[in-house]
């Protein structure tokens, strides 16, 4: 393992030497110049910059959609660590993948305000944070370069510039046409990503005080003037306040615009004689920092009304006010999130009218995929980050399975469960349903995903079933559905009686499928007796083989020629609901598709046929239940080849669906207590 000191050692030397000098590159204003003929990238507007940071990681076609859905990577996991990855939420994220794109073409939408708005837990805040993540990382790339200035000093320091601004805005507007003219050579057609350099805006208060003292020193000379100019790489970085700012409301009282716009430095006001010189003042409020970057409101509908005039300055004129001084420009993304009570407010305010007209609106919802809200607590709760705790197969599904109902309207045709409206959501065929439908239910169900249970409550009961089942080595979905339904009692978003019991009838929902579907598992776990299968199918094929052809079948055993065993095709036929009036019909279907099979040359196998597999599965089960006395774990007498028998369907269940010795042996209990209890459900499906 060698020394501590030999791995930093080794550590250090992993890092590039160029890759650091890369990132702290300076040089001068006519280096730059060359630099953005080289690369007009670097000149990007703050809109720009975002969007093709956000269409670097690649995009993809979601299949099976009839929407023509896309996916960007950027939202799926772009640090590779599976930390904020956001699951589900495709169509928002196109939604706001288009906001970008329209202000990265200067389409108008770069002077608004993007108010993500939601439910609370609904990742509105995980979005900016990715955003603002990302354009660290992208700030580090040479595809994101971009560089700022400062000011070279008689110490032969350099006071740069606070604002970060873009170094080409120092150049005069007399100027600037010719300027840009000579920069955009050879590039009068640009595809999506690329673009023409433009000079918008200019320096801040203070670089402009200090170009107008050295314009005076080199009598009007503004070429020397620049020549005093240092140009350096720009690395956003929120920690730092470099590029990226956030701002949250505070307490009415103790609210200062200031924190937006920056304050007077009353320290130099000594020193320099005036509250109006830009060197006496700090320009760090949080607009002033995000200049060409992103700044983030939290809750943003809490502002006081005074900070909104800031907010409406900055989105559709992209200029603040700070104290004392001229309206100063900026460029940056600005983005906020709200929740729905607070949106509402801004609604029925007519004074707020203005704030309306600027923003664009995109909600973020809740989850309403079963298989996305999931991977939600999987990231979080599974048998490798949850140490000396097995996670029960079905225990965060049943969890999710609640928490997805909870968000469902209730479907407008009768014949539809709110269950078997979350299972056409998940993507299952159910009979007379098609994707047409599914669409259809969602356009009836425009409010669906913006109420219900959040994520962050579920996770919070996933974690105190852990503690408070804590000598049990398995984690099941009983104790997980028992905190959820406890904290009901004290939810504090819950605004009604009647929709907390609603809440506890689902909860009965989920535990009736559960049961389904671990009962199922059972079966399936004592009917995997392979040899078995493949003579119960054999025996079932040579039954209608002879009844469709109207023959008989040879007995094995007595080698009498006799009549097609109706009761054996019957018993597995009914187990996936053939009526007997389409028997016919469907020993036809079948002998049709083995006799087409046998033309290819193949044979049949009856696990391609998914419901002859499973009614040979529940057959095979009700044969073999009894042989095994199941319900004998409820009495806990087992003899030795009864108990052989059962360690047997453990182990099946251990291996092929994951669960370990405890949560095996629960599940085998439970479902012995349900035969034992003579509650034994024929398949509805």
Known sequence: MGTGRELLERLVSDQSQSLFKQIHWQGTFHE???????????ARTAFQRLYDMMM????????????????????????????????????????????????????????????????????????????KQGLERYTKSDEGALYSFGWKQDDASILWDPMHGEPLQLIPNSAREEVCAFLNQ???????????????????????????????????DWMKVLDDIVVRRLIFSEQDRIGIGTFQPKDEKNQDSTELTGDINYRKIAEYGSESDPRAFNFDG??????????????????????????????????????????TDIDTVIVGHTNEPEYRKLQSNEFMEALRDRTIKIDVPYVT??????????????NERVRGKHIAPHTLETAAMWAVLTRLEQPKNASLTLLQKLKLYNGKSLPGFTSDNVLQLRRESRKEGLHGISP????????????????????????????????LQHHSLIDSE?????????????????????K????????????????LCANYIDNIKAYTQKERVKNKFTGADEEPDERLMRSIEERIGIPETRVDDFRREIMNYIGALALDGKKFNYRTNERLQKALEMKLFEDQKDSIKLTSLVSNVIDADTQEKIDIVKARLIRNNGYNEESATDVLQYVASIFARGDVKKEEK
């Open 369 to 382: 995929k079963l298989s996305e809200e999931i991977r939600i607590y999987e990231k979080d709760y599974n």
């Open 56 to 131: 670097s990681y690649g995009r993809y076609d979601l299949e099976n959609s009839k929407e023509n859905l896309i996916r960007y990577r950027f939202f799926d996991d772009p640090d590779h660590e599976g930390h904020d990855a956001i699951f589900g939420l495709t169509k928002p994220l196109m939604e706001l993948v288009n906001v970008l794109k329209s202000a990265a073409l200067q389409y108008g939408a770069e002077r608004r305000v993007i108010l993500l708005h939601g439910p609370v837990g609904s990742s509105k805040s995980t979005i900016a944070r990715l955003l």
């Open 456 to 487: 962050r409550y579920v996770q919070d009961k996933i974690s105190n079933a852990l503690v408070v089942n804590a000598t049990a080595t398995s984690l099941n979905p009983f104790m997980v559905l028992n905190e959820l339904e406890a904290g």
């Open 186 to 220: 050879g590039r009068d057609s640009v595809g999506e990503g690329e673009y023409q350099v433009e000079i918008k805006g200019d320096v801040c208060p203070l670089s402009r005080f200090l170009f107008q003292e050295r314009l005076a020193k080199h009598d009007g």
């Open 286 to 327: 949080e607009f002033n920092i995000a200049n060409r970057g992103l700044i983030e409101f939290i809750e943003v509908l809490k502002l006081d009304v005074a900070f909104l005039y800031d907010l409406l300055g900055a989105s559709q004129e992209h200029k603040i006010k700070p104290k004392k001084f001229a309206q």
């Open 520 to 535: 199922n598992e059972v079966q399936r776990a004592i009917a995997a007796d392979e040899d078995a299968m493949d003579r």
């Open 32 to 42: 730059y110049l060359e630099i953005v003929k080289e690369n007009p990238k670097v």
């Open 498 to 518: 009647d929709t907390r019991m609603q809440y506890i009838e689902l909860i009965a929902v989920v535990k009736e499928e559960y049961t389904d579907t671990v």
